[in-house]
């Protein structure tokens, strides 16, 4: 747990027994931050007052395979408070609320399920889909109404790939988590211009070596001009973003 801007430590919150990572994205469900604990292939809340993570269900979303590091990152927090997401390996899952118990469901898709974005904006008239490609993060917006893409240039300093955005309604910005230098960006669809001015840092880990990327959720976006808090994740013990 870290304070925005300076990212100053709070405290650390150990990952629960059998955790090795977690995904490269969290959830938002009824206030509190999800995420999925690989290694055990389970849900996991945070209890903020608390300082842990507390297990959804009573069992795993599906069972833990020898060897087999399973990562979760197209999931979400429904509005009927359900959790629906796709794992890695195609598995569909839903949580119903209030259920301790994942309902499952094998898809027919080749090759592996990951999920970078996008972000939909949909404020004020403005209909337009956001998103950045991976590794060359090259940030690109798609009007919804005509279809139109455009290329809007690099999304940020580094390489990689963005993991999460948030639309500010207050500020009408889009706000951006990159991967490769642990940096959260600003986006103003209303300026033109392009990466550093347009996007722009907002901010950036002091420590970047000890942040994983899972560093910037929903949560911490939503707060980061507001209450000053922030949830960062850690790489597993002994790694660090260097390796």
């Not at 995904?23 to 206030?31: E, Y």
């Amino acid at each position: 747990l870290m304070k925005y801007p300076g990212f100053e430590l709070i405290s650390e919150i150990p990952a629960p027994e059998g955790v090795s990572s977690f995904s490269r994205q969290s959830f938002l469900l009824g206030g509190r931050v999800g995420i999925w604990g690989v290694g055990t292939n389970m849900l996991y809340l945070l209890n903020v007052a608390g300082r842990r993570w507390e297990p959804m269900l009573d069992q795993p979303v599906v069972p833990v395979q020898p060897d087999e590091d399973l990562y979760c990152s197209a999931y979400a927090g429904m509005d009927d408070g359900s959790v629906c997401g796709m794992t890695s390996d195609c598995v569909f899952f839903r949580v119903e609320p209030g259920s301790r118990h994942a309902a499952t469901r094998r898809l027919d898709v080749r090759g592996p399920v990951m999920a970078w974005g996008p972000w939909i904006v949909n404020d004020r008239g403005r209909r337009k889909a956001y998103g950045s490609t991976h590794v060359v993060q090259r940030f690109w917006e798609v009007d919804l109404d005509t279809g139109v893409g455009r290329d809007l240039g690099d999304s940020g300093p580094a390489g990689g790939q963005v993991n999460d955005m948030l639309w500010d309604p207050e500020q009408r910005l889009l706000f951006l988590a990159s991967y490769g230098s642990c940096t959260l960006l600003a986006y103003d669809p209303a300026k033109g211009g392009s990466f550093p001015e347009n996007p722009r840092v907002a901010a950036r880990s002091k420590h970047v070596g000890d942040v994983a990327q899972s560093a910037f959720t929903r949560e911490s976006l939503r707060n980061e001009l507001r209450r000053g808090g922030f949830f960062a994740g850690r790489w597993p013990p002994g790694h660090s973003a260097r390796d």
